[in-house]
């Protein structure tokens, strides 16, 4: 058993301590075994549950979320710690000097007239930071890791700030449509459909953009709508005492049909 004072109430400090002592001599055994890539996933999900906190508007559960965040960055700096690398303490040195360095109309000189021109200093003094020379070099610092609807966004947004753009919403429209028939020339034997179906999920991103809609949260509804409308969907076959899977296409199209109609038309 480690030595270590309960409390009525504990802060930053006192988690960096309990991390530590996890992972030390006498801790646990899971957590003394644990890398940054064992737990990786770990970090994903937490932050993915903090975000559907905020989704749900829940304060409480937003609060306990953060807190999971909280606990994978301490975790991981201690890992480093071990290693005589860094520190948490060097992790909050390092995102104290960015905020300062990118925030020179607040801790320096530099005048701003608005949001828009800070975001534009704040792209400039990135690329600086980064030694991003090119336009180019932006678009790969793009992270590989994001998910693939918000990286395709990403990467069109930087390459549009150099200029690489449609001029309006018909040149991405068109663009969709020019895609759909590639796929559907793929899947007729003319070309790789896994390449053509990408270039029509990428079009479809550039779509999204200039309506302003974020494409995972479209996809997302989709999903959900997809989710609802086939549980309906399965509920009508119920009704009528027959599974889904000794159901014809035709059928099974008919009760599509059902499901997108209003509950009252039951």
């Known amino acids: 058993m480690v030595e270590f004072t309960q409390k009525a109430r504990y802060t930053c400090d006192d988690l960096r301590t309990i991390v530590h002592l996890l992972r030390g001599p006498g801790g646990c055994p899971w957590d003394g075994e644990q890398t940054h890539a064992s737990i990786r996933r770990d970090f994903l999900e937490e932050v993915y549950e903090a975000v559907e906190a905020i989704d749900q508007n829940s304060t409480e559960h937003l609060r306990e979320e953060l807190g999971d965040v909280l606990l994978q960055v301490v975790f991981h700096a201690d890992i480093e710690a071990d290693a005589g690398r860094f520190n948490f303490d060097d992790v909050a040195d390092e995102v104290c ?54 990286r395709a966004e990403k990467v069109q947004k930087k390459a549009a700030k150099a200029g690489f753009d449609f001029p309006d919403i018909s040149g991405p429209a068109e663009k969709l449509t020019e895609e759909a028939g590639e796929v559907r020339r793929a899947l007729a034997g003319d070309g790789d459909p896994a390449e053509e179906l990408g ?39 119920a009704r009528e005492g027959r599974p889904l899977s000794e159901m014809t296409l035709p059928e099974l ?14």
Do not use: M
């Open 97 to 150: 000097k960015k905020l300062i360095y990118r925030h020179p109309h607040v801790f320096g000189q530099v005048q701003v007239d608005g949001t828009d021109q800070v975001l534009a200093n704040w792209e400039t003094l990135k690329r600086a930071e980064k030694g991003q020379r090119t336009s180019a070099d932006a678009v790969d610092a793009v992270s590989r890791t994001l998910p693939a609807l918000w």
């Open 199 to 237: 270039d029509l999920l990428f079009a479809g991103v550039k779509v999204a953009r200039f309506l302003g809609l974020d494409p995972e949260a479209c996809l997302h509804a989709a999903t959900d709508k997809f989710a609802a409308r086939f549980r309906r969907v399965e509920e009508l076959a």
């Open 253 to 266: 199209e008919a009760l599509w049909a059902r499901a997108k109609e209003p509950r009252d038309k039951d």
